[in-house]
């Protein structure tokens, strides 16, 4: 009996001390979730003195102002009383910023086609859009200017990759003019940019639009680009064919000359001699005459990157908008980089 009486007596303990336990864990647990939310690493300050929390590192949140950058800015636009100009960068990794009128409404001219390829590809993402879906050329959407479809007959069905690398990659308006209207219309789209935080993004008009109705602001531009790369919007696959489109765009002679001429360069193919300083960009322009723009996805030298956004308006066909753009992403470069 007495072995008996043994386990009893053990196993009576053993209830006593997991209920003890559990009491005490119980009462313990709001505790230890309290302190484990003030230690989280997304809450606890970066190590930097300027860079972002460890769960925010490449969100769209501007943290220290390069104010140097931006007087230099606001100096080069105003030599030019007659130009309204405006610019926005921020450094994704850590936050960085420089502006110049960020939030004023420009003409957007084609840099509109990079938030409309950031709706487009969100509705391909979402399952809403297919890849592969035909878009059919309407007399409605054929638009004049740049790109090629509009030569095609009437009827002709596009599918929606192509329609969308046309539109960056030779700034195809009829292409454009076609992911408007899959997208749901003008303002079907202009609700989905307010949703996105474009504020200033609006369309007003079909694709070529020479009167300058659709407008954006430099720092809609940057966001756009940055809603991508820091994975707030679009999964993996359709944030790679985000890049690989941008990637395509022919046009080169506004921000990529820029930050090359900020690094002593000069080139006819500045993409390529941008990548011999460690910078790659992916950029889509803007460009009606009476207003110029360029937005850039930047990788820098530091393996950093940072989007960056140049609007202008002035006279028709004025040289000074488009050397203004070029200034103003030289600055970037020379103040980001430095030359060799």
């Known amino acids: ?80 009383k007659d130009l309204s100009a405006s610019g926005y960068l921020l450094v994704l990794d850590d936050g960085r910023f420089a502006q110049m009128q960020p939030d004023l409404p420009l003409p957007a001219a084609s840099s509109i086609k990079t938030p409309i390829l950031l709706v487009g590809l969100d509705a391909f993402n979402a399952g809403r859009l297919r890849w592969n879906e035909p878009l059919p ?88 680009i940055a809603l991508v790369d820091t994975g707030e919007k679009l999964g993996p696959r359709a944030r790679d064919l985000f890049r690989e489109i941008m990637a395509s765009s022919r046009t080169n002679t506004l921000i990529p000359l820029g930050l090359l001429q900020g690094l002593g360069g000069d080139s006819a193919d500045p993409d390529s001699e941008l990548r011999s300083f460690g910078i790659t960009t992916y950029n889509k322009t803007g460009d009606i005459g009476i207003a110029y723009a360029d937005a850039a996805l930047v990788q820098l030298p530091t393996g950093q990157r940072a989007v960056m956004a140049f609007m202008v308006k002035g006279p028709f066909n004025d040289p000074r908008s488009t050397d203004l753009i070029r200034a103003m992403a030289a600055a970037v470069s020379s103040t980001l980089v430095g030359r060799r």
């Open 1 to 80: 009996m007495a072995p008996l009486r043994l386990v009893l007596r053990l196993a009576v303990m053993g209830i006593g001390l997991g209920v003890i336990t559990g009491t005490s864990l119980k009462l313990l647990a709001p505790r230890l979730a309290q302190g484990a939310a003030t230690t989280s690493p997304e809450t606890q300050p970066s190590s930097s003195g300027f860079g972002p929390a460890a769960g925010t590192v490449g969100r769209f949140e501007p943290r220290q102002e390069i104010t140097a950058l931006s007087n230099r800015w606001s100096s080069l636009a105003a030599a030019h």
């Open 137 to 224: 050329l309407t007399k409605e959407v054929v638009g004049g200017g740049a790109g090629w479809m509009a030569s095609r007959p009437v009827g002709t069905r596009f599918p929606f990759f192509e329609a969308a690398t046309e539109m960056i990659r030779v700034s195809d308006n009829s292409a454009t003019n076609l992911l408007i209207k899959r997208l749901g219309g003008k303002l079907s789209l202009n609700a989905q940019f307010a949703a996105l935080g474009l504020g200033a993004t609006v369309v007003n008009n079909w694709l070529p639009d020479l009167k300058g109705t659709n407008t954006t602001s430099a720092r809609d531009l940057a966001r756009a």
